[in-house]
């Protein structure tokens, strides 16, 4: 048993967001009530990229679907899952068995995410992943109940893992954390490198969260790799990224490439320090209207902060989660992601998309560069786009990923 008072397990706080449906429209709707459950990381490395952030783009698009204009109650609530995947399992089986949570979304940290894919699919529910990278969630551990939103490793490693290497940097070693995420990321770009004429030198794993670098720095330094690829993400991130600015590392020849940096990481490192940087996301705040008239709503209701892709991912995800409920007047998980699978996606924040058999969402993906303190018009102003990758050529094409689901 999870205690609703136990803040390391489950949320204190639960957002009621529409009025109570009544009538038909909610015959098939589990208690009257579609409730979404956001997990994730809400007071260690991930926070700042996901965390509240994320619990306030799933309120955003409850109110931008009307939810309440159409008889459907909605309600969110919100968990930390401390980046341990047996947490995430059993707050998980407490929300799906006790408190009747109808879709998990977000899910930050690849080993969590992978942990609650199985308890979702065992139960029948909806998983919506946002904040996860491992590529795996849409190869071998596909599932019926899962839509791997936002990005991947796979993606990551051809974007800037292939920008890299036919620039110039044709050797690597890799500093990797070591759990789900890093492994797959480690692997899906050293494939990159060497399908490019481009080789690795060696590789060092390190653990979550790590305060101190310097000695995995100082190995990637000796193995005289042009290229320091970083297998990390949020806090270890700009750890790496800090301490390699304090070794001197660029200044003597060698280069860092952030296979996954977010824009709050950019942010707290500071442009003297990560400018130059060259990064994949999915989105971005500055890139049209719509996505900057949106990042200014959130960014009101979040302390000045602006989104990450994965704050953008969870509210794309939730808006067409609500969409198929309302299609399909019914919130039966399977069901419910048979029929977002149907349905062409179209949002503000992503534009028109689809999301194939094997649980990939498909979307344009961009090449950024980090920009330097003379570019940048304001604080949040941090990013060049370096080119658009197609969204038919973003994500692992499916025959090559072993989902289950696509051999059958």
Not at 20 to 46: F, W
Not at 123 to 142: H, I, M, P, R
Not at 180 to 187: P, Q, V
Not at 334 to 348: C, R
Request: proline content about 3%; glycine content about 10%.
């Amino acid at each position: 048993m999870i205690g609703r008072d136990s803040l390391t397990l489950a949320a204190a706080v639960t957002f009621t967001v529409a009025a109570l449906a009544s009538g038909p429209a909610a015959a098939e709707i589990s208690d009257d009530v579609v409730k979404i459950g956001v997990m994730n990381d809400r007071s260690g490395l991930y926070a700042d990229l996901a965390g509240e952030g994320s619990v306030i783009a799933a309120q955003m698009a409850v109110e931008d679907f009307d939810a309440a204009g159409k008889d459907i109650e909605v309600e969110i609530i919100s968990a930390d899952h401390q980046n341990k995947p047996d947490i995430g399992s059993s707050i998980a089986r407490q929300w799906i068995d006790e408190e009747g949570v109808d879709v998990i979304v977000d899910v930050p940290t690849s080993s969590v995410a992978l942990a609650v894919n199985e308890v979702v699919r065992e139960k029948q529910k909806a998983f919506l992943v946002s904040g996860a990278a491992s590529s795996d969630l849409t190869g071998s551990k596909c599932s019926p109940n899962t839509i791997h939103w936002t990005y991947d490793t796979w993606q990551l490693a051809n974007g800037t893992g292939k920008a890299i290497v036919q620039t110039g940097g044709d050797s690597w070693f890799f500093i990797t954390a070591d759990y789900a995420f890093g492994h797959a990321l480690e692997r899906d770009t050293t494939a990159v490198v060497e399908e490019n004429g481009g080789q690795v030198l060696g590789s060092v794993r390190h653990p979550l969260q790590t305060a101190d670098f310097s000695s995995f720095l100082l190995q990637a330094q000796g193995s005289g790799a042009k290229i320091i690829g970083l297998a990390n993400a949020g806090g270890d991130t700009i750890n790496s990224i800090k301490q390699a600015a304090e070794f001197g590392i660029v200044a003597g020849g060698q280069n860092l490439a952030g296979l996954l940096v977010f824009l709050t990481d950019v942010h707290s490192l500071g442009l003297q320090i990560a400018q130059g940087l060259i990064l994949t996301e999915s989105f971005y705040w500055d890139l049209n209207d719509q996505t900057r008239e949106w990042s200014k709503r959130f960014a009101e209701r979040n302390g000045g902060k602006y989104p990450t892709m994965v704050h953008a991912g969870v509210y794309s995800s939730v808006l067409h989660y609500l969409k198929a409920i309302e299609a399909l007047q019914s919130d039966a998980g399977t069901e419910v992601i048979a029929k977002m699978k149907e349905m062409p996606t179209d949002d503000p924040l992503f534009g028109k998309g689809s999301i194939r058999p094997d649980g990939r969402k498909i979307h344009d993906s961009y090449l950024f560069e980090v920009k330097k303190p003379e570019e940048s018009s304001g604080e949040w102003d941090l990013y060049k786009l370096r080119a658009t990758v197609p969204a038919e050529e973003a994500f692992r094409p499916m025959e090559e990923g072993g989902c289950p689901l696509v051999s059958q």
